[in-house]
């Protein structure tokens, strides 16, 4: 696990892509945005959409997966007097540009846009811009997030 | 169902609250957030909750309270959600909104939008979640 010192600004990681399938958009929806046009064909053909699509929350929280996913492939799990990544204050800018339908596969992507030391000892605040893509290459979901990260102890 | 037309210039509510269970917390997170302080029971300091679980939490309530009472055809995004303090097992939330802002579509004589801001607070009156958003509904004139 890199460092806050060390990471540079401009770094993109290819998440790797996800396909929402049908039963997994109703299940997250009936818990956490049971919208009827994300439970329902029938009530979603009055949608925007004119059919069933997953909820905003559910491709941003599959993204959160993949960013975890992705972290441990590359660097491992946490160690023991190594570097650590903290909380996270919130995300901010989220599009819902594109439905994604059933069947639709999304691919994602990371990017760290910006990094700052902040006045917490020994965090340093990374931004990254994170984007998920549809088969089209159009933007279906975009947001921005930021994360405390452990700095190098001098 | 109320349309657009129907809705306030601006009002505030307060709707439905929600015990937070440990088994719901490290469910969502072995799910969307596998990080040891929101999987591990053990974890120093007390497991916490993900941030994205907060947030599904405050949609749900918000959806359960006030979405699911309106002609609303979703959000375009959200402006910004701040994770104010930690949630953890058998913390009580309760769930607020407010909306304002109310305005036509631009584009679509069928919709309007309007913002909303919405968050949960704590068994100790703390915010753990503040979001602000865009939400989009339907206009009853267009014949519904």
Redesign the interface.
Known sequence: MPWFDELVVGERWDLGAHVFEREEILRFARVFDPQPFHLDEEAAKASLFGRLSASGWHTAAVCMRLIVETSVRLYGPPAAGGARIGVSPGFSDMRWTKPVLVGDEIAYSSEIVAKRETSRPGWGLVSHRNVGVNARGETAISFGSSVFWSRRRA | MLFYEDLPGESTMEFGSHDVTRDELIAFAR???????HVDPEWPGGL?A???FT???L??LT??GF??GIA????????????LA?VKPGDVLRAHARIAGKRPSKSRPDIGLFGMENGLTNQRGTPVIAMR?TM?VRRRGDGA
Do not use: A, H, K, Y
């Open positions: 799910e969307f957030d596998p990080q040891p302080m916490i993900s941030g994205w947030t599904g939490l949609m749900r959806v359960e979405v699911n609303s055809m979703g959000s375009p995004g959200v402006e910004r959600c701040d994770w930690p958003g989009i």
